[in-house]
């Protein structure tokens, strides 16, 4: 995985509510096992109408916005547990997701693939959403190390939380498979220890 250690980006706004793993990735798209090319398929039934052609409302859809932090409302990420939802947001080029709160697997899942969810408050969530509408080139600030979410133009910054290990291994582009190898040492020592007992 990339190492996360602070990004700054301009943001997507998706206020939509109760936003679905179905809805990130429509189960139809399922049928890959490797991470890549799953972002092409994101939100694909709303950024796409039946003929295929791009669903011109959608947020995705629309240049004015663009960056790596996803905004989007209350409970993203309900639904199924499937891995997929968090490749399709990666894959497609976010690194952090914004919500108020978020499903326990998704979030899960969302991390152990390199993607940050934030959670914040319902009032904060609300001032990121106002500052995008007021101007869509607006640069956010997300700071693993101090787990912090701000947006500087208006002085305004918010903690968030995160499992230290978790956290430890994002700063370092570690996967749970990285953290062991990079334990090497202290395992090889450690079993020596225990061949001369």
Request: charged share 25%; glycine share 8%; proline share 5%.
């Amino acid at each position: 995985m990339e190492k996360f250690q602070i990004l700054r980006s301009t943001a997507v706004p998706l206020p939509a509510e109760d936003v679905d793993t179905d809805q990130i990735i429509p189960a139809r798209f399922l049928k890959a096992t490797t991470r890549e090319g799953f972002g092409e398929n994101l939100f694909r039934d709303w950024r796409y109408q039946a003929n295929g052609a791009p669903q011109p409302d959608f947020v995705l859809n629309n240049p004015i916005y663009g960056g790596a932090i996803l905004v989007a409302g209350k409970n993203f990420g309900c639904g199924s547990s499937r891995e997929h939802a968090a490749w399709a947001l990666y894959d497609y080029g976010f690194r952090v997701v914004v919500s108020s709160f978020y499903a326990d697997i998704f979030r899960g899942n969302a991390i152990n693939n390199g993607l940050l969810p934030v959670e914040v408050s319902d009032a904060f969530l609300n001032q990121i959403f106002e500052t995008i509408e007021a101007d869509p080139n607006t640069q956010f600030e997300v700071d693993l190390a101090q787990q912090t979410f701000g947006i500087p133009a208006k002085g305004l910054s918010a903690r968030f939380e995160i499992d230290p290990y978790k956290k430890m291994c994002l700063l370092n582009g570690y996967d749970d498979i990285d953290y062991l190898l990079s334990l090497k040492t202290e395992i090889a020592a450690f079993e020596k220890q225990r061949e001369s007992v």
